[in-house]
């Protein structure tokens, strides 16, 4: 590495979020503080800029991540029912690993890239994309990473939340099929699209329950609870009756006492849904027992169903396009839940 004599050069790291497999449009973020002068020379950081989730450049030498290939910078993905920007996502992601990173590599590839792998911190950084899922293993050109994608699709990390097109075929011109149907019901004013979006980007602060493949049920800031995912949009239908198991978490809203247990949600007769649901047992954050809650014969309207009386409120609906799942929000007494189940 280059060493200045009589001046100490600050780390200069320019972060570039650009579209495609390495060319398109650049910008560049530079910090650039005062120079100061040392009796000892420091050495100077690489410039460092991020084209996409597999493609960087350094002090002027692209680099092509091997054996990997990440979501491009304009591809969007679709998990509960809702298309985000994944490509964006995977950008990201590699940026906030990108100060100190350097690559390693002999070869390069048809568009005079380098290829190799690169690190920071002593971690290999192609392997931490696949196995957080902004990047699949590129088994065209090596097998190195499969372990990590496998890993990364067991617990639906990243892009395998949900839908989405392999980079090499939307490069091609593939694209998602169908329609969002995402849907929300809240307690609370809230955005629930920006809370998706939030979640699948890994942050969850400030969210105390549960992910589910369809929908997502959960207490944000101990003040809200929320459902939100895939809609079905229609009713359950078919010969017999049906059962749907899960949770349900909930908060004391004067002690802000956290509450949880298990979630039954059951329709007798498919042929004339309506809806029984109930909690149980209700445990207290104090580990004390709590009375169950129950609500029967709910009607269900185009896949949602709901009840307001004097006892409190219950609003839901059912998750997939096959009905899978089933969640919402509930009110009654000092408490206010969210639930979810799958059948």
């Given amino acids: 590495m280059k060493k200045l004599s009589m001046a100490a050069t600050a780390a200069l790291i320019a972060v570039l979020a650009a579209c495609g497999g390495g060319g398109g449009g650049t910008s560049t973020a530079v910090t650039d503080p005062p120079a100061t002068e040392s009796e000892t020379d420091t050495p100077v950081a690489a410039r460092i800029r991020v084209i996409d989730a597999d493609t960087v450049e350094i002090d002027g030498t692209r680099w092509r991540l091997h054996a990997i290939d990440a979501p491009e910078t304009r591809q969007t993905c679709r998990a509960w029912g809702r298309t985000w920007d994944c490509g964006a996502a995977a950008t990201d992601a590699l940026m906030s690993r990108a100060a100190s990173m350097s690559c390693a590599g002999s070869e390069s590839d048809r568009y005079g890239r380098m290829i190799g792998v690169c690190s920071a911190a002593g971690e290999d950084l192609n392997a931490w994309l696949v196995a957080e899922g902004w990047a699949l293993a590129y088994r065209q050109f090596g097998s190195d990473y499969v372990a990590e994608e496998d890993e990364a699709r067991t617990h639906r990390r990243g892009i395998h939340r949900g839908d989405f097109v392999a980079p090499w075929d939307w490069r091609r011109g593939e694209r998602l099929a169908g329609d969002d149907t995402f849907a929300a019901i809240a307690s609370d004013a809230i955005d629930a699209a920006a809370l998706a979006d939030r979640m699948l980007t890994g942050d969850v602060t400030g969210l105390y329950g549960h992910w589910m493949d369809e929908s997502v049920f959960a207490i944000v800031e101990d003040t809200t609870a929320v459902s939100f995912g895939a809609a079905s949009g229609t009713t359950p239908s078919a010969p017999g009756g049906a059962v749907w198991h899960g949770a349900f978490v909930g908060v004391d809203i004067r002690t802000r006492e956290r509450i949880e247990g298990a979630a039954v949600i059951d329709i ?54 096959d009905h899978q799942e089933a969640g919402g929000i509930f009110e009654r007494g000092h408490m206010i839940g969210a639930f979810g189940a799958s059948r």
């Fill in 268 to 321: 007798d007769d498919l042929a004339r849904p309506d809806v029984d649901v109930a909690f149980m047992p209700l445990i207290d954050a104090q580990v004390h027992s709590q009375s169950d809650l129950s609500w029967e014969d709910i009607p269900v309207v185009e896949g949602a169903f709901g009840r307001q009386d004097a006892a409190g409120t219950i609003e839901g609906r059912f998750y997939g396009s």
